[in-house]
Nanobody, 122 residues
């Protein structure tokens, strides 16, 4: 599966953005999907993940209550709705895919898309 993230941009603190990750290739609906982010000089970190059935989700503690992950299997797309954004959320956001179960470690994902830059100004 090939992934392409989009929807990033510049937003003021307190604002919102919705990221999209479109997939091509077969079997999208059978993949568990995750969002990760990488800020300059920092390790890539887990943000959120969603089961292929959309019945289970996971979130990093730092984004719980502000970010929502969802998917539309008919459109081969996963979304990340980000509300109440903070300057520390500035990073390149990447989507990733794997099978079998939800995961929070980047090494557990097999497929990665190019990231989309999110910049939150104070």
């Amino acid at each position: 599966v090939q992934l392409q993230a989009s929807g990033g941009g510049l937003v003021q603190a307190g604002g919102s953005l919705r990221l999209s990750c479109a997939a091509s290739g077969r079997g999208f609906s059978t993949y568990d999907l995750g969002w990760f982010r990488q800020a300059p000089g920092k390790e890539r970190e887990f943000v959120a993940a969603i089961r292929w059935t959309a019945t289970s989700t996971l979130y990093a503690d730092s984004v719980k209550g502000r970010f929502t992950i969802s998917r539309d299997n008919a459109k081969n797309t996963v979304y990340l709705q980000m509300n109440s954004l903070k300057p520390e959320n500035t990073a390149v956001y990447h989507c990733a895919a794997r099978r079998l179960q939800l995961a929070t470690l980047r090494g557990e994902y097999n497929y990665w898309g190019q990231g989309t830059q999110v910049t939150v100004s104070s």
